[in-house]
C-alpha cells in the first residue's frame, strides 16, 4: 500500500519537471545569448550608399557614427528628418579641393571641405523635402546636385563625392554689413542673384552675417548683371542694388543699414458721406521697406489702431472678391497720428442685364465695376466683378455714391464700357454687346 501512495506524487513531480524543463528550452531557442564578446566590424547601424554622379575616391572617411541617435530623433520629430551628407571634393586630376563652400540652397546649412577635401554636413529637413546642395569655391565651377528620394532611399548617411572643374574667371567676395552707428549686425541675409543664365542653371546664393558682420559669397562668376538684397528685418529696411556687377578682382563690401523709426497710429475709417464702417479688414504694406505688412480691422464705431509700424510710404489692400486699394500714404515720424481711411462703402445698388444685339442672352457675361479717386497724392481704387445668372442679370450692392466705370464683356462679343453715376438707392442699366466680327 506504501509502494501505491508514492506512485502519484511522483507522477506528479516528473510532470513538473518535463514542463519546466520544455519552458527553459523555449526561451533559450528565442533569446540567443548574448554575442558582444565576440569583435563589431561595424562602425554605423546605417547603410552608406555612394553616388554615381562622379567617380569615387577611396577616402578616408568614416560613416557616420551618430546615425542611430540620427534617427531616434528623427522619429520623435515626427515632421522632420536628419540625414547626413559627407564625401570628398576634387579637382579634374583627382587632388583635394580645400574650403569650398558646400550648402543647402533652401534651407541654408552650410559646411566647407578640409585641406584633404573631407567634408561633412547634418540637414534637419521636413520629411516631404529632399537637400540639393551647392559646391562653390572661387577658381572653380560651382556644381548644384539634387538629392532625390530615390537616391536616398530612406538612408540616414549618404557618400557623396563631387569632382568641380577649373574656372579662372569665379571670384569670392567678401563684406561687411553694419548699422549707421557703426556696429556690426549678425545675421543678416545677403542674397545675391544672377539676372541671366549660366550653363543652363540659375545662380542665386543666400548668406548670413557672422556676429562681427561678416560675410563671403564664394564661387560667383564675373558678370554684370546680378540683384543684391541685404535684409535684417524687423529694424532695419532692405537693401537692394539691382545692377550689382561682380569684377575679376572684387573690392570688400561695406553695406550700411539705417535704422527704422517706428510709429502707433490711430485712426477711422469712413465711406464717402464720412460714416463709419465697422468691422473692416484690411491689410497694410510699407513700400519703402518692401517686408512690414500688418492688418487693420475697424471696431463697430470704425476706429483701428496700427501699433509699432514702421514709418515711409504705405499701401493698403483688402483680399476678397471686393477689391479696394489705397496708395500713396506716407507715415512720417511722429509719435501720434490720426489716419483717416475713405473707402467705397454705402447702401446704394446697381441691378442690370446684359443681352446680344440679336436678343440672345450671352452665357455667364462678366461685369467689372470699378472706381478709381484722387485726393492729393492718395489714390483710392475699388473694383468688383461678377458673372451674370441664366437670365444675364447681375447685381452690385453696398456701393457709395460717385461714379463707376461699367465693364462688359461675353466670348464671342465685344468688350464695352461705360460710365454711371449712381443717383438713387436702386440704379438699373442695361447693356447690349455686338457680336464679334468673323
Known amino acids: 500500500m506504501t509502494l501505491k501512495r508514492l506512485i502519484l506524487p511522483i507522477a506528479i513531480v516528473t510532470l513538473l519537471t518535463l514542463v519546466l524543463y520544455w519552458l527553459v528550452a523555449s ?125 536616398l532611399q530612406q538612408k540616414q548617411s549618404y557618400e557623396l563625392n563631387v569632382i568641380l572643374e577649373d574656372n579662372p574667371d569665379t571670384v569670392k567676395l567678401s563684406g561687411w554689413v553694419g548699422n549707421e552707428l557703426g556696429v556690426a549686425l549678425e545675421g543678416a541675409r545677403v542674397e545675391l542673384t544672377a539676372q541671366e543664365v549660366f550653363d543652363g542653371e540659375n545662380f542665386y546664393l543666400t548668406v548670413f552675417s557672422d556676429p562681427r558682420g561678416n560675410f563671403q559669397l564664394d ?21 537692394l542694388d539691382p545692377d550689382f556687377s561682380v569684377s575679376l578682382n572684387p573690392q570688400p563690401l561695406n553695406i550700411e543699414l539705417k535704422s527704422l523709426k517706428f510709429v502707433d497710429i490711430d485712426g477711422m475709417i469712413m465711406n464717402r458721406e464720412a460714416a463709419p464702417v465697422a468691422d473692416f479688414e484690411i491689410y497694410v504694406s510699407n513700400v519703402t521697406t518692401g517686408v512690414h505688412s500688418g492688418k487693420i480691422v475697424s471696431d463697430s464705431s470704425g476706429f483701428f489702431s496700427l501699433k509699432h509700424f514702421p514709418v515711409g510710404e504705405i499701401s493698403l489692400a483688402t483680399r476678397g472678391s471686393d477689391i479696394y486699394e489705397i496708395t500713396g500714404l506716407v507715415l512720417t515720424d511722429n509719435e501720434y497720428q490720426n489716419l483717416l481711411l475713405t473707402i467705397d462703402r454705402g447702401n446704394q445698388n446697381l441691378t442690370g442685364w446684359i443681352k446680344g444685339e440679336n436678343g440672345i442672352v450671352p452665357q455667364r457675361a462678366m461685369v467689372t465695376l470699378d472706381q478709381t479717386l484722387l485726393d492729393g497724392q492718395i489714390r483710392y481704387h475699388q473694383y468688383r466683378s461678377q458673372a451674370t445668372d441664366i437670365d444675364g442679370r447681375f447685381t ?27 443717383r438713387s438707392r436702386s440704379d438699373e442699366v442695361q447693356v447690349t454687346l455686338r457680336r464679334l466680327e468673323d
Open 219 to 239: 564661387g560667383v562668376r564675373v558678370a554684370e548683371k546680378y540683384r543684391l538684397s541685404v535684409n535684417l528685418a524687423p529694424e532695419y529696411p532692405v537693401f
Open 396 to 422: 452690385f450692392s453696398n456701393l457709395g455714391s460717385g461714379e463707376y466705370r461699367i465693364t462688359t464683356y461675353a466670348q464671342g462679343y465685344q468688350k464695352q464700357e461705360l460710365m454711371h453715376r449712381l
Open 27 to 151: 526561451r533559450l531557442l528565442l533569446d540567443p545569448p548574448d554575442t558582444t564578446s565576440s569583435p563589431d566590424t561595424s562602425t554605423n547601424s546605417a547603410e552608406v550608399v555612394k553616388t554615381e554622379f562622379e567617380p569615387v575616391v577611396t577616402a578616408a572617411v568614416e560613416p557616420a557614427t551618430n546615425a542611430a541617435s540620427i534617427s531616434e530623433d528623427s522619429g520623435r520629430r515626427g515632421s522632420s528628418k536628419l540625414v547626413e551628407i559627407f564625401g570628398r571634393v576634387l579637382d579634374p586630376e583627382l587632388q583635394p579641393v580645400d574650403d569650398v563652400f558646400i550648402t543647402e540652397e533652401r534651407y541654408f546649412f552650410n559646411t566647407r571641405s578640409d585641406a584633404e577635401g573631407n567634408y561633412r554636413i547634418s540637414l534637419n529637413l521636413p520629411q516631404h523635402r529632399y537637400p540639393t546642395l551647392n559646391f562653390l569655391r572661387h577658381k572653380f565651377n560651382g556644381k548644384r546636385i539634387k538629392l532625390t528620394k530615390e537616391l
